[in-house]
């Protein structure tokens, strides 16, 4: 499965923005997708995860209450919804697809496709 992650862009403090995980090549719905992100000179961090079927969800304590993550099967997309960023959101996003569970993933293990990041810079 090919995976395209889209969205990003300059963004306030305080702002929103969406991003969008495109897959082609096998139905999404056959994976738990998570979002990950990478700033600069630093290791990648985990975001937030979705089962196959929309639940469950995990967040990374930095963005919950913050982020939300879902999915749109039909569209064979996933969607993360960041809200109240803050200059610490600053990143590459990345969207992974797997076959290991949402608890697995939120723990950096099982991704076995990766799309290519889209940056999000928030501005203080």
């Known amino acids: 499965v090919q995976l395209q992650a889209s969205g990003g862009g300059l963004v306030q403090a305080g702002g929103s923005l969406r991003l969008s995980c495109a897959a082609s090549g096998r139905t999404l719905s056959s994976y738990t997708i998570g979002w990950f992100r990478q700033a600069p000179g630093k290791e990648r961090q985990f975001v937030a995860v979705i089962g196959r079927r929309g639940d469950p969800t995990l967040y990374a304590d930095s963005v919950k209450g913050r982020f939300t993550i879902s999915r749109d099967n039909a569209k064979n997309s996933v969607y993360l919804q960041m809200n109240s960023l803050k200059p610490e959101d600053t990143a590459v996003y990345y969207c992974?697809?797997?076959?290991?569970?949402?608890?697995?993933?939120?723990?950096?293990?099982?991704?076995?496709?990766w799309g290519k990041g889209t940056l999000v810079t928030v501005s203080s």
């Open positions: 992974a697809a797997g076959t290991a569970t949402t608890q697995a993933m939120s723990h950096d293990y099982g991704m076995d496709y």
